[in-house]
């Protein structure tokens, strides 16, 4: 294979080249380029002939790999838009973690067919039973690549926190202690997480989780409750004091919160950490609530208020005026200001406490990453000038950039 030396140490290859090694078409290799997704590293200005680097294959390849797994072209620009190391190599991290999910959800619709197939071979009639479990199953494709990419938000915002938080407890272990310190360790306490996520709340305090307690967690994706139950099991480790809490105590449970497959009055506590506020009204889901609680328990809410990491919105508009963090502000669904007055609707005795906090940042990389993760249009307007947005954030990030935190949290009791 012939190159041309650019410059020193650096191989390039010509469209035709680069097609031949990833195993795709030409056609693809400039489909790629029409889009931005995949622009050469050199142009002849002379022949106008295309050349590509190493670090071109690799970005094709992770492009490739993406359209296997079912991202369009705008979510693919987003994911492969940096080309630091780091940022590589998290991005293939979450792959290989949607590729083991894919591979055990195959297993599971095997199994299925597997188990349908000896049924009707021993009993000659369908099973429908097992035949809505295979329809289930390969439904959840859909919802893998959103798990994937909730995965990887959420993520992106709890480092940010976690490692630039000027107030060092954490908002974790904060959380954990204000929850727990009314909880009477003589009996045995059921908990709810709704909308558990990763379960970061549990993962980060999993030392302090006292043996009393039952905890149900649950989240409207089967993919994040499954991502939970593997992070917890991950955190134990080899205690197997730890692996006994997580094996007896916890339950991993996928349902809409505003629909719960649980008693009246069946549990003592439930815990909504920074989650009323998406769905456009809560109503429902405070109803809820109050029906599953017992006489006496509590409802533990956490939000944010309208100055929350207020800096940051103000940077990207700075960078580009059209772009919006948030399609919509989220605590004014359920915030710090309205958050009581929605509460004493369904419970009484409601009692605010803000968490004491800011952020200082120094670096650009996990501003990045926290602002490409927000649910607003930023990826339509930042990709096609990455490198020129980085070199804006480095600038803001160089002598350090405060970010105001304005988080806490409701107790509301049932009386």
Request: proline fraction near 2%; charge should be positive; aromatic fraction near 10%.
């Given at each position: 294979?012939?190159?041309?030396?650019?410059?020193?140490?650096?191989?390039?290859?010509?469209?035709?080249?680069?097609?031949?090694?990833?195993?795709?078409?030409?056609?693809?290799?400039?489909?790629?380029?029409?889009?931005?997704?995949?622009?050469?590293?050199?142009?002849?200005?002379?022949?106008?002939?295309?050349?590509?680097?190493?670090?071109?294959?690799?970005?094709l390849e992770q492009v490739l790999l993406y359209k296997y797994?079912?991202?369009?072209?705008?979510?693919?620009?987003?994911?492969?838009?940096?080309?630091?190391?780091?940022?590589?190599?998290?991005?293939?991290?979450?792959?290989?973690?949607?590729?083991?999910?894919?591979?055990?959800?195959?297993?599971?619709?095997?199994?299925?067919?597997?188990?349908?197939?000896?049924?009707?071979?021993?009993?000659?009639?369908?099973?429908?039973?097992?035949?809505?479990?295979?329809?289930?199953?390969?439904?959840?494709?859909?919802?893998?690549?959103?798990?994937?990419?909730?995965?990887?938000?959420?993520?992106?915002?709890?480092?940010?926190?976690?490692?630039?938080?000027?107030?060092?407890?954490?908002?974790?272990?904060?959380?954990?202690?204000?929850?727990?310190?009314?909880?009477?360790?003589?009996?045995?306490?059921?908990?709810?997480?709704?909308?558990?996520?990763?379960?970061?709340?549990?993962?980060?305090?999993?030392?302090?989780?006292?043996?009393?307690?039952?905890?149900?967690?649950?989240?409207?994706?089967?993919?994040?409750?499954?991502?939970?139950?593997?992070?917890?099991?991950?955190?134990?480790?080899?205690?197997?004091?730890?692996?006994?809490?997580?094996?007896?105590?916890?339950?991993?449970?996928?349902?809409?919160?505003?629909?719960?497959?649980?008693?009246?009055?069946?549990?003592?506590?439930?815990?909504?950490?920074?989650?009323?506020?998406?769905?456009?009204?809560?109503?429902?889901?405070?109803?809820?609530?109050?029906?599953?609680?017992?006489?006496?328990?509590f409802l533990f809410a956490s939000t944010y208020g309208s100055?929350?990491?207020?800096?940051?919105?103000?940077?990207?508009?700075?960078?580009?005026?059209?772009?919006?963090?948030?399609?919509?502000?989220?605590?004014?669904?359920?915030?710090?200001?309205?958050?009581?007055?929605?509460?004493?609707?369904?419970?009484?005795?409601?009692?605010?406490?803000?968490?004491?906090?800011?952020?200082?940042?120094?670096?650009?990389?996990?501003?990045?990453?926290?602002?490409?993760?927000?649910?607003?249009?930023?990826?339509?307007?930042?990709?096609?000038?990455?490198?020129?947005?980085?070199?804006?954030?480095?600038?803001?990030?160089?002598?350090?950039?405060?970010?105001?935190?304005?988080?806490?949290?409701?107790?509301?009791f049932k009386s």
């Open positions: 294979m012939s190159m041309i030396n650019k410059e020193e140490n650096k191989e390039y290859f010509t469209t035709g080249q680069l097609a031949k090694m990833a195993k795709v078409s030409v056609r693809t290799i400039r489909f790629y380029d029409t889009q931005n997704l995949l622009k050469p590293s050199f142009i002849n200005e002379e022949t106008g002939t295309r050349y590509y680097t190493r670090e071109d294959f690799l970005k797994l079912g991202f369009s072209i705008e979510e693919i620009k987003g994911l492969t838009m940096n080309n630091d190391m780091d940022y590589v190599m998290e991005s293939m991290r979450l792959q290989y973690k949607l590729i083991e999910d894919k591979m055990e959800q195959m297993q599971l619709v095997k199994e299925a067919i597997d188990s349908t197939i000896h049924a009707y071979e021993k009993e000659k009639n369908i099973d429908w039973d097992r035949m809505l479990k295979i329809t289930e199953l390969t439904g959840m494709e859909n919802s893998l690549n959103t798990q994937y990419k909730n995965s990887g938000n959420i993520s992106a915002r709890i480092d940010l926190h976690k490692n630039y938080s000027v107030n060092k407890k954490g908002w974790f272990p904060w959380l954990f202690e204000e929850v727990f310190k009314d909880v009477d360790k003589d009996k045995k306490v059921t908990i709810l997480e709704i909308g558990c996520g990763n379960g970061a709340f549990w993962t980060e305090n999993i030392k302090k989780i006292p043996e009393n307690v039952n905890v149900i967690l649950s989240d409207i994706s089967l993919g994040m409750v499954n991502d939970a139950e593997n992070s917890l099991k991950k955190a134990a480790g080899k205690s197997e004091r730890l692996k006994k809490i997580v094996n007896e105590q916890f339950r991993f449970e996928a349902f809409d919160s505003e629909e719960m497959p649980l008693k009246d009055e069946s549990v003592d506590i439930v815990i909504a950490n920074h989650m009323l506020f998406y769905f456009d009204k809560p109503d429902k889901v405070l109803s809820e609530i109050k029906r599953v609680l017992k006489k006496g328990g100055s929350h990491m207020k800096e940051i919105n103000l940077l990207v508009k700075e960078f580009d005026e059209r772009i919006v963090l948030a399609a919509k502000d989220l605590y004014l669904i359920f915030g710090l200001d309205n958050g009581e007055k929605i509460l004493k609707k369904y419970f009484t005795n409601t009692k605010k406490n803000i968490y004491d906090d800011y952020l200082l940042v120094d670096k650009p990389e996990p501003l990045l990453k926290y602002i490409m993760s927000c649910h607003g249009n930023q990826r339509r307007y930042i990709p096609d000038r990455y490198k020129e947005f980085k070199v804006f954030v480095e600038k803001k990030t160089k002598k350090g950039f405060k970010i105001t935190k304005e988080s806490g949290y409701f107790k509301a």
